[in-house]
């Protein structure tokens, strides 16, 4: 009830609103294979130096979508902290090579109270095994998409939490993404600021406005999915 009185409040479409409570309804006849998938995935974590776990109860949904994975190559985060995103792609999706863009500065809004020194060694350990597919750039997003010039299939945003910076990264995000391609991006209802208009829901409603050929796959507790399916519109 609460998240749906946020969708109200951020005043998202009731398309939107329709396909979260879709989602939330097929949960409930696949509370197992959801447990299942969930508590492998964290029996695989605790070998790995993890301090925060905001991903793991993501798989089951990421898992539902891996027809966009299968058979492609090219996966780009923007926000990698400790790296149990990119780990899940990396374990899961073997031909898949993963790009990861993490300042890990406190200038990236929600890093403020970490150590994130510590948190950038328990990447680079966390990731070892698979450092024959996996491109570190520690770089703030808005420098890597200056320079960039790759395309990619699978997008995922879980970088500054603040609407302007959301919608930054949403935009360079989709200018980079193939067609076809799925975009994620993270912490839906996060409600860090008192203003309604700083979260990052506003950022990705705002983002939204200037594409039309798109399909929203779903949105979940956390995440929203969305598909590219032509060419985007100018941006304002």
Request: hydrophobic fraction near 40%; charged fraction near 30%; aromatic fraction near 18%.
């Given at each position: 009830?609460k998240k749906?009185?946020y969708l109200?409040k951020?005043?998202?479409?009731?398309?939107l609103?329709f396909?979260y409570?879709?989602h939330i309804?097929?949960?409930k006849?696949?509370k197992?294979?959801r447990?299942?998938?969930?508590?492998?995935?964290?029996?695989?974590?605790k070998?790995?130096?993890?301090?925060?776990d905001?991903f793991?109860?993501?798989?089951?949904?990421w898992?539902l979508e891996?027809?966009?994975?299968?058979?492609k190559?090219n996966y780009?985060?923007i926000?990698s902290?400790e790296g149990i995103?990119?780990?899940?792609?990396?374990?899961?999706f073997p031909n898949?090579?993963?790009?990861?863009?993490?300042?890990w500065?406190?200038?990236?809004d929600?890093n403020?109270?970490?150590?994130l020194k510590?948190v950038?060694?328990n990447?680079d350990?966390?990731?070892?095994k698979?450092n024959r597919?996996?491109?570190?750039?520690?770089?703030?997003s808005s420098?890597?998409?200056?320079s960039n010039?790759?395309?990619y299939?699978?997008?995922?945003?879980?970088?500054?939490h603040?609407?302007?910076?959301?919608?930054e990264?949403?935009k360079?995000?989709?200018?980079?993404l193939?067609?076809?391609?799925?975009?994620?991006?993270?912490?839906?209802?996060?409600?860090?600021?008192n203003d309604?208009n700083e979260?990052v829901?506003?950022?990705i409603?705002k983002?939204?406005k200037t594409?039309?050929s798109?399909?929203?796959?779903?949105?979940t507790?956390?995440q929203?999915?969305i598909?590219k399916?032509?060419?985007?519109?100018k941006?304002h």
């Amino acid at each position: 009830m609460k998240k749906f009185l946020y969708l109200i409040k951020v005043n998202i479409n009731l398309k939107l609103i329709f396909i979260y409570f879709r989602h939330i309804f097929f949960l409930k006849f696949n509370k197992n294979l959801r447990k299942k998938i969930i508590k492998d995935y964290r029996i695989f974590l605790k070998k790995k130096n993890i301090t925060q776990d905001w991903f793991s109860h993501n798989t089951f949904d990421w898992y539902l979508e891996k027809k966009y994975f299968l058979g492609k190559r090219n996966y780009l985060e923007i926000g990698s902290f400790e790296g149990i995103s990119a780990m899940y792609v990396l374990k899961e999706f073997p031909n898949i090579s993963v790009t990861c863009v993490d300042a890990w500065s406190k200038t990236t809004d929600g890093n403020e109270v970490f150590n994130l020194k510590t948190v950038e060694k328990n990447f680079d350990y966390n990731t070892q095994k698979f450092n024959r597919r996996i491109k570190k750039i520690k770089k703030l997003s808005s420098n890597f998409f200056i320079s960039n010039k790759n395309k990619y299939d699978v997008i995922y945003i879980d970088g500054s939490h603040k609407a302007d910076d959301v919608f930054e990264d949403c935009k360079n995000a989709w200018i980079f993404l193939k067609e076809d391609g799925l975009l994620i991006l993270d912490d839906f209802f996060w409600k860090k600021y008192n203003d309604i208009n700083e979260n990052v829901a506003y950022g990705i409603k705002k983002f939204l406005k200037t594409i039309d050929s798109y399909k929203i796959i779903k949105l979940t507790k956390y995440q929203l999915f969305i598909k590219k399916i032509n060419n985007e519109k100018k941006y304002h």
